[in-house]
């Protein structure tokens, strides 16, 4: 937004002003955000982080800050989901060794399935015995995940919802990009309040993706031209070595959300392919969006 632009969002907000404070109501505010374009959630969310003890905003400061140019204006952000978004991959690998059969331990479990897709790892994981079409088994791990998910046992990486509200707040595009079924996906973003704050998802079972998996380029670059934005303005967060590399092939700067499978990335070598190597989005670096 442009100063002139910026303008004319106080002028809508001095209007409402009867006595020329510089301040409105909580509830003033929320509808002027409202009618310049904010989703009511996200306006609420945001008066309910800067009212004051007398329940007024100071519109000017909090206006400027919304619309403040990003540090280094990136202004899209491209998320994976298991291990990102959501600490999901033990609920995985039990679903997965349920509806297989199998025993799939922890350790097993990273090195040989986190960041495939679940054909592959029906495929490759499966009995020899088993003749159940590929197809009849994602469908009941899908079921059995989709339970677990009512049940509330999916976890939020901390600090996820507040993060993309603030990207939210400032403009910035939010796309989510993962090898994960559709189906679940969607639901699991429903159930962690999270769906509202998404411009554009990209599943590994969507018929665009014709077998271009991460650590194909194709995912995060397909992303970036959905949402309409240029490729060096966009940050990618992973945490599996290929989404890693899918996000590296696309040429975009890669955040590390730090779990079992990705140490290599927290120092030497591997650290220095990477834009950061973080524990949450609690410590998400200010290098690309600012302060949120």
């Known amino acids: 937004m442009g100063l002139h632009e910026l303008d004319e ?17 909580a509830a003033e505010f929320i509808q002027v955000l409202c009618k310049i374009g ?4 996200r306006a609420r969310a945001l008066v309910s982080s800067i009212s004051t003890k007398s329940d007024l905003v100071d519109y000017a ?19 994976d989901f298991d291990g990102t978004i959501a600490q999901s991959e033990d609920l995985h690998r039990r679903t997965f ?5 199998v025993d799939l331990s922890p350790d097993f479990w990273n ?3 986190v960041g495939n897709t679940p054909k592959h790892i029906i495929e490759k994981q499966r009995r020899e015995e088993d003749s159940r079409p590929v197809e009849e088994i994602i469908e009941k791990r899908s079921q059995l995940f989709l339970d677990a998910i009512g049940r509330g046992e999916l976890t939020p990486t901390a600090g996820i919802e507040r993060f993309m509200e603030g990207l939210s707040m400032k403009g910035v595009r939010i796309a989510v990009v993962t090898s994960g079924n559709r189906v679940y996906i969607e639901k699991a973003l429903e159930v962690l309040g999270l769906a509202g704050f998404v411009d554009f998802l990209l599943c590994g079972t969507d018929e665009v993706i014709q077998e271009r998996v991460k650590p194909h380029p194709f995912p995060y670059l397909h992303a970036a031209a959905e949402l309409g ?30 779990s079992a499978v990705n140490e290599k990335y927290s120092s030497g070598p591997d650290s220095e392919s990477i834009a950061a190597y973080i524990q949450d989005f609690n410590s998400f670096p200010e290098d690309f969006f600012g302060p949120l």
């Open 38 to 41: 904010m989703a009511e959630q």
């Open 111 to 113: 090195r040989q399935c």
């Open 61 to 79: 400061h909090v206006i400027t800050w919304l619309f403040e140019p990003l540090p280094r204006k990136s202004n899209a952000c491209l998320f």
């Open 97 to 101: 060794a349920e509806v297989l059969g």
């Open 229 to 258: 934005v240029e490729v060096s303005s966009c940050v990618v967060v992973e945490d599996s070595g290929s989404g890693i590399r899918s996000g590296q092939n696309a040429g975009m700067p890669v955040v590390v959300i730090a």
């Open 9 to 25: 969002v106080l002028d809508t907000f001095r209007t409402c002003d009867d006595h020329g404070s510089g301040t409105l109501a």
